[in-house]
């Protein structure tokens, strides 16, 4: 640290700002996660775990499937600490998986639905998953990949197995074993088996891959436990146990919509609504009014795209059920939280979280301040800095941007079989984050944008995101992504080009980018105004509405001819 500067963070003047009744620290039980669902299936049985399609499957309904499936994963030879990779959309089979995977004492890796044959190829590889659990519209990418994988077993599973049209002993498929089949013929006996939750890797949560090669975050049952029970701290002054329900509209195989949509709900005997089809808006609609939810975790992207509808007014009444939205994964526009609230009623809690740290580690309070454009405080138990961006030990001035470190019961245990990267992110306890931040006089924090999208221009450094929040403003644009391009005149220093989509009813036109960039100019510094702007119909993103700006650096190093 550097001696000249005062530690501003070591008093954690985040916590003066938290909600009445929530501590600064909370005990965090040493439990395997399996026995969340243990323990609400035996305190709200007969109370609707899952809603999906119509169909509602009830807590002990859940809690039996899981058990016979961590019983036939045993009699297949899963062993304690094997690799299960499961490859699912938002159905039931997801949640009885997660949980059964974990029952039978194996390690969970979850694949994205949208991975590409070499994507999901990769994951399979480096976690050394044998068995897999998959959707069958999934089934010829895991065929082609098969033998170039230590797969031993496929599960398949379909859309309307645990649908109210239901299906019966649905036909088995050579070289795979059906999911339904096999838990209606298997007796739960779940082994018995001893946990060390500190060190006892539950899930192999693999990084987005938006800045290089996927690696496996190994979140321990603790981590897991650790943000389960903050999270319910955090709002249970504004909850009932048993007694809400959450539209699940996040994809349950990323971290934020995991921990925040699925395992804090089954930990506080919530109703959980499942949205299949994520971007299917009239599904979205009719799960609304059908299950009256009370809670809506959510993107910046989710949120703008229901303010685009001509009708979006005509639906208001129907969310009047929301209280609390959160927002997380990316930045949210400022004036889209503002007319989404105003609109609807409800409170937005934009907050912080990664793969790495299981993953809340900040938010807005529920009650208190607050502050439109920060990720809110630090969550109990957890402990923040930011520090010079090339040299970690060195502490940044309050007020002064510095790369984000965090330290608490969330951070995992490390990466998947990278010592060396683990090494390289982990500092005595701390996780150093790659996000560049602030925190202002309250503790509140600023995400100012990620290390590696820093833009240099001529020795200046520009924000991507402070940029996009200006171009978010103009009433043509609809979204904006900013990169760095190199100057060819001067090695090391870059030009800043923006990357834009305009609303309907706008066209591009040199008149709209004269105009878009006169903005700029009165809303930024010279330096930071763009200097290149593209107009595309749409940008590369995940499933969560992340910009991928490595796609679009990509894009332009093969224009410039360089290898990528």
């Known amino acids: 640290m550097n001696e000249n500067i005062e530690d501003p963070y070591a008093k954690k003047p985040w916590v003066k700002h938290y909600d009445e009744g929530v501590p600064a620290d909370i005990e965090i039980p040493e439990m395997n996660l399996y026995e969340v669902l243990d323990n609400t ?13 119509g169909n ?12 016979r499936l961590a019983t036939a994963l045993v009699n297949l030879g899963v062993k304690k600490g094997d690799v299960v990779a499961l490859l699912m959309p938002n159905f039931p089979q997801f949640l009885f998986s997660f949980y059964g995977i974990l029952r039978a004492g194996a390690i969970l890796t979850t694949c994205s639905v949208l991975y590409t044959e070499h994507e999901l190829m990769y994951q399979v590889n480096d976690s050394g998953a044998e068995v897999i659990i998959a959707h069958d519209s999934q089934l010829e990418k895991i065929n082609n990949i098969r033998d170039m994988t230590r797969l031993r077993h496929v599960i398949i599973t379909n859309v309307l197995d645990y649908t109210l049209i239901g299906t019966k ?6 070289g795979t074993i059906q999911f339904l089949n096999l838990v209606e013929k298997t007796k739960p006996n779940p082994p018995q088996f001893d946990t060390n939750p500190k060190e006892d890797v539950a899930l192999l949560q693999y990084t987005g891959g938006t800045t290089g090669l996927p690696k496996g975050a190994m979140l321990t049952h603790y981590n897991l436990v650790s943000n389960i029970h903050t999270i319910y701290h955090w709002v249970k002054n504004e909850t009932k146990r048993g007694n809400e329900t959450v539209l699940s509209n996040l994809p349950l195989f990323h971290i934020y919509g995991m921990t925040v949509c699925m395992n804090s709900f089954i930990y506080s005997g919530s109703t959980i609504a499942l949205q299949a089809d994520l971007r299917d808006q009239k599904d979205f609609f009719e799960i609304i009014k059908k299950t009256h939810p009370s809670f809506l975790p959510g993107v910046p992207r989710m949120y703008m795209r229901l303010l685009e509808r001509d009708d979006f007014d005509d639906y208001v ?23 989404f609230e105003e609109k609807t009623g409800c409170k937005i809690l934009e907050g912080f979280g990664m793969s790495e740290t299981s993953p809340v580690t900040h938010t807005n309070p529920l009650n208190g301040v607050r502050k439109i454009g920060s990720v809110g405080l630090a969550i109990p138990n957890t402990e923040y800095k930011l520090v010079d961006v090339d040299d970690y030990t060195k502490i940044v001035p309050q007020g002064e941007p510095g790369e984000l470190m965090i330290k608490g019961p969330q951070v995992m245990k490390g990466y998947w079989n990278k010592p060396e990267e683990t090494a390289a992110q982990l500092k005595d306890g701390w996780l150093l984050t790659g996000d560049i931040g602030q925190m202002d006089e309250d503790g509140y924090l600023f995400i100012v944008d990620r290390k590696k999208d820093m833009v240099n221009v001529s020795g200046f450094k520009v924000y991507p995101r402070e940029l996009e929040d200006v171009l978010f403003e103009h009433e043509a644009i609809e979204n904006a992504s900013v990169i760095g391009v190199p100057d060819p005149k001067l090695p090391g220093s ?17 008149e709209l980018e004269n105009d878009i960039k006169e903005f700029c100019k009165k809303n930024l510094a010279p330096y930071k105004v763009p200097k290149f702007f593209e107009f595309r119909k749409e940008l590369p993103e995940t499933l969560v509405g992340k910009v991928l700006r490595k796609d679009l650096k990509e894009i332009e190093a093969r224009r410039r001819g360089e290898e990528v």
């Open 41 to 53: 299936a035996k305190e709200f049985g007969k109370r609707t775990a899952i809603y999906f399609f």
């Open 56 to 67: 509602r499957i009830l807590y002990k309904k859940f809690k039996n499937i899981s058990d």
């Open 169 to 174: 002993n649905p036909p088995e498929i050579t």
């Open 317 to 339: 009444k129907d969310l009047r059920s929301i209280r609390i939205c959160n927002t997380g994964a990316s930045p949210m526009p400022p004036e889209v939280m503002k007319e």
């Open 494 to 510: 870059e030009f800043v080009k923006a990357y834009i989509v305009l609303k309907d009813g706008y066209s591009e036109s040199k």
